[in-house]
């Protein structure tokens, strides 16, 4: 027990040195025209050192915020704005699905077009109608990833829970909490280790795991060449899948963040009491008269 607790407080210090060494030598891990640069940046964007870097961060950010609460609502609306912002437009992403849906169909089954040409600005972008329509679960995946946290800022995940619904409000606030610390941004930093190896994997070669040490992959400095992934499950059919990974660590790293946030604004709340629910909180409301119907169909 005292070897596992002098092992987190050695990581809590060396999270603060890491983070000043990477703020003062960006070159180390920005700079990729250095292929080294590139592979410290792939190791240490999902490593042990990066998470106590965050861990330090929230530490520090929690603590402030405990004597500037003004500060800590600050950090709470920047948060959920992002959420928001980002969530609101790519909700448009579920419209353009559709959309792009019918005109598929329309143009194969009524027009008997093959394939779709675009070139608005003189570079023509032409496609088979078959690529189009395995792009439509790019946007569907668009929609689950990066609207996610705009959906947890707004209320819209379904939560059923008999005994949360029974307590006080600051207890209330506890169980949220305890929830975002345990919960969301643990479960979040797997997806976010596992997703950033595997978004790493289609984008480079040779490939990396989370398993490898930092000199086993300094080893393979000099055979690092991009080698982004264009395969597609038919012969002309979508050929970006890497823009998945790539939205599956988006999707960990929003959700972190509005964990963070969520857990802030818990806090927050359960310090200043029930007056303080729901304070700068940016939900969308539906207009009087769409509300009504709404009500009048339930």
Not at 111 to 139: N, Q
Not at 163 to 178: H, P
Not at 229 to 254: C, D, H, Q, R, W
Not at 260 to 268: A, E, P
Request: charged letters at 15%.
């Amino acid at each position: 027990m005292a070897g596992a607790l002098g092992w987190f407080f050695t990581q809590i210090w060396m999270g603060f040195v890491n983070f000043f060494t990477a703020v003062t030598n960006p070159s180390s891990w920005l700079d990729w025209s250095d292929k080294e640069a590139v592979i410290r940046f792939i190791y240490y964007g999902a490593s042990i050192e990066f998470l106590f870097v965050v861990i330090d961060l929230f530490l520090v950010i929690t603590v402030i915020g405990l004597f500037k609460r003004k500060f800590l609502w600050l950090v709470v609306r920047i948060i959920e704005g992002f959420s928001n912002g980002i969530g609101r437009f790519f909700a448009w992403a579920g419209l353009i699905m559709v959309l792009q849906q019918v005109m598929i169909v329309f143009l194969q089954r009524i027009f008997r077009v093959s394939e779709i040409s675009i070139g608005p600005f003189g570079a023509v972008f032409t496609k088979d109608l078959s690529w189009f329509g395995e792009e439509l679960k790019l946007y569907n995946a668009m929609v689950v990833a990066l609207v996610c946290a705009y959906t947890f800022v707004q209320g819209g995940h379904v939560r059923v829970d008999l005994f949360y619904s029974r307590v006080s409000f600051r207890f209330k606030r506890g169980i949220d909490m305890f929830g975002s610390l345990f919960f969301i941004m643990p479960t979040m930093f797997l997806i976010w280790l596992y997703g950033w190896f595997f978004m790493w994997r289609h984008l480079v070669t040779p490939k990396f795991s989370a398993s490898e040490s930092l000199e086993k992959m300094m080893r393979k400095a000099s055979f690092l060449k991009e080698n982004i992934e264009t395969i597609g499950f038919s012969p002309n059919g979508f050929n970006a899948y890497f823009l998945f990974k790539v939205l599956l660590v988006s999707f960990a790293l929003m959700m972190i963040v509005q964990g963070i946030g969520f857990f802030y604004r818990s806090m927050l709340e359960m310090i200043e009491g029930p007056e303080s629910e729901g304070k700068h909180l940016d939900k969308d409301k539906l207009n009087d008269e769409l509300a009504e119907t709404v009500a009048a169909i339930h």
